[in-house]
């Protein structure tokens, strides 16, 4: 059974430029969520994504969007990037919107010059 | 908005020594999660509690809920180096799945 996987590891943008991340969700999981975590907080939710329609959504601007493949893998994208952005962006599967048991990646660095 | 405070931020302790951390939340979980996390990994769960009142062990960990479901405490016996890492509570919304955090304890276990 395969893990949540999510590339790249790392990134480096500067200010003003888009940001693509994708995540590959767990063997078996039909729904992907977004989290921002900045250094020394917990996780935010940005959204979360089941049949490949946005299922709820954080206190994120509009400049944050995402898709969801019939695969079930996603991506995040980030336009407009401020320097702010800068942080862990983690992704989840899980079985079903409510499902109890979310598995985490281990995330994408991003780093806003 | 829901808010979850976790105290102490950080804790830095020897090896074999117990400690307990606390989540407390301004409003009733709907479903209480503690995690870990590692760096430069994702947050592994830990338990999930929903009934107040409710005690729950894995190993040397102890969980415990509050009986008005608006705060909890986790207990480590006997920590060890590999019990380092940064715990989070969490509550899960039941309709959406949407998580909402706490800022995490950073624990630090000294050989």
């Known amino acids: 059974e395969t893990g949540v996987t999510q590339s790249p590891t790392h990134l480096i943008k500067t200010r003003g430029q888009q940001v693509t991340l994708r995540c590959s969700s767990q063997s078996g999981h039909n729904t992907v969520s977004w989290y921002q975590q900045a250094l020394g907080q917990g996780p935010q939710f940005i959204f979360q994504?089941?049949?490949?329609?946005?299922?709820g959504r954080g206190n994120f601007p509009p400049r944050f969007s995402g898709l969801q493949f019939p695969n079930y893998s996603s991506e995040l994208n980030v336009n407009a990037l401020e320097l702010d952005d800068s942080a862990l962006y983690l992704c989840?599967?899980?079985?079903?919107?409510?499902?109890?048991?979310?598995?985490f990646g281990p995330g994408t660095r991003l780093l806003v010059l | 908005t829901q808010l979850l405070e976790q105290s102490p931020q950080f804790l830095s302790i020897q090896e074999g020594e117990n400690l307990t951390v606390y989540c407390n939340s301004s409003?009733?979980?709907?479903?209480l999660q503690w995690y870990r996390q590692e760096p430069g990994e994702g947050p592994v769960l830990l338990v999930t509690v929903v009934t107040g009142g409710e005690v729950k062990k894995l190993k040397r960990l102890t969980f415990q809920f509050g009986d008005a479901r608006k705060d909890s405490s986790l207990h480590i016996t006997a920590a060890q180096p590999g019990d380092t890492g940064l715990y989070l509570c969490?509550?899960?919304?039941?309709?959406?799945?949407?998580?909402?955090f706490g800022q995490g304890t950073t624990l630090q276990v000294k050989p």
């Open positions: 989840a599967s899980s079985y079903g919107p409510g499902g109890q048991t979310q598995y």
């Open positions: 409003s009733v979980f709907s479903s």
């Open positions: 994504y089941y049949r490949e329609e946005e299922n």
């Open positions: 969490a509550d899960l919304s039941g309709n959406t799945g949407k998580l909402i």
